[in-house]
């Protein structure tokens, strides 16, 4: 596709499991990023990688994050054993290195 | 220690006025700086951006301005108008291939 894809667009998931977040970026681009936005708050960084670097992780908020990007593309976000403040919508971007990032349209979490 | 500030977290401007968002950063490394605008329910979409070589960038009703010795940039549109309505975000990098690190965020209403 053109654009920035997230999957699933939305999920509700009990308190306790585990869940996978799905970005495919625009192909080509050598940035990815996850971002969050919690109800009401700015966005608030997670996760960078860039190329064949080691990612930036110094955004995951505990060890209960990770993420991987598979052959420099595809990247999914694992939360383990979810918490009720893990909910948020959580929103990918790619980019070429450095510039503007584009935004995918979000995966809405909720933990019941 | 947030690299990049939004102080305001809303505004509010009656329709056909000019809209002024305002953001701060603290790291000189910063070379480029991007504008987000941001609808309920969307990922954030790309506005506007500037180089540190610049002090302004202009584009229709959008126009950027930078004070690298102040470390402030501000985004002006006029004539503002309903639509315009929405969560705008600043963002900055320093060199390409570095991350963006995003702002938290300004609120903007738009009154007819």
């Known amino acids: 596709g053109a654009g920035v894809s997230q999957s699933p667009s939305n999920k509700v998931t009990e308190k306790g499991k585990d869940v996978e977040l799905r970005c495919d970026p625009i192909?080509?681009?050598?940035?990815l990023y996850w971002y969050r936005q919690s109800l009401g708050q700015g966005l608030e960084f997670l996760i960078y990688f860039q190329g064949n670097s080691a990612p930036d992780k110094s955004g995951l908020p505990s060890d209960r994050f990770s993420a991987e990007r598979t052959g420099g593309s595809v990247s999914t976000l694992t939360i383990q054993r979810t918490q009720q403040e893990d909910s948020a919508v959580y929103l990918c971007?790619?980019?070429?290195?450095?510039?503007?990032?584009?935004f995918g349209q979000g995966t809405r979490l909720t933990v019941v | 220690d947030q690299q990049v500030k939004q102080n305001s977290p809303s505004l509010s401007v009656q329709e056909g006025r000019i809209s002024i968002l305002n953001c701060d950063y603290t790291n000189s490394m910063f070379d480029y700086f991007l504008w987000y605008k941001k609808y309920p329910a969307e990922g954030p979409t790309f506005l506007i951006s500037i180089s540190s070589i610049k002090d302004k960038n202009e584009d229709g009703r959008f126009t950027v301005f930078l004070n690298k010795s102040a470390k402030h940039l501000s985004l002006h549109i006029v004539p503002s108008q309903p639509g315009d309505s929405a969560v705008y975000f600043c963002?900055?990098?320093?060199?390409?291939?570095?991350?963006?690190?995003f702002g938290g965020g300004t609120r903007l209403m738009v009154k007819p």
């Open positions: 192909s080509g681009h050598t940035a």
């Open positions: 963002a900055a990098s320093a060199h390409a291939g570095n991350m963006l690190t």
């Open positions: 971007a790619s980019s070429l290195a450095g510039l503007e990032a584009f």
